[in-house]
Nanobody
Framework: QVQLVESGGGLVQAGGSLRLSCAAS????????MAWFRQAPGKERDIVAA????????YYMDSVKGRFTISRDNAKNTIYLQMNSLKPEDTAVYYC????????????????????WGQGTQVTVSS
């Protein structure tokens, strides 16, 4: 079992930056593909970014490319999401998630494919 705890959310003005962290405990998460999802009120939970166990491959949704960076430190059992040039439309609850299955080259957007979830952290971007 893996427990995931997000931190780093908050209120920021448009154009500002935040860095989210997701700390894993319970067992090592280094073999897992890790992802950040977000969910705005009344909307579905969408994948924002993902990273494989080695960190050598990453995925970003189109609207955050060039602004967000996902990274991981397997020694610290932690992943990060650096968010720059934030926009009001980035406002959402952000969740980290872990996929136990070996990465086969495809990124999974379906939340059902992820085995572990954090409780979420609120990010609010004011205009």
């Amino acid at each position: 079992q893996v427990q995931l705890v997000e931190s780093g959310g908050g209120l920021v003005q448009a154009g500002g930056s935040l860095r989210l962290s997701c700390a894993a405990s319970g067992r090592t998460f280094s073999p897992y593909t890790m992802a950040w999802f977000r969910q705005a009120p009344g909307k579905e939970r969408d994948i924002v970014a993902a990273i494989i166990w080695s960190g050598r491959s990453t995925y970003y949704m189109d609207s955050v490319k060039g602004r967000f960076t996902i990274s991981r430190d397997n020694a610290k059992n932690t992943i990060y999401l650096q968010m720059n040039s934030l926009k009001p439309e980035d406002t959402a609850v952000y969740y980290c998630a872990a996929d136990r299955a070996p990465w086969t080259g495809s990124w999974h957007h379906d939340t059902a494919r992820y085995d572990y979830w954090g409780q979420g952290t609120q990010v609010t971007v004011s205009s």
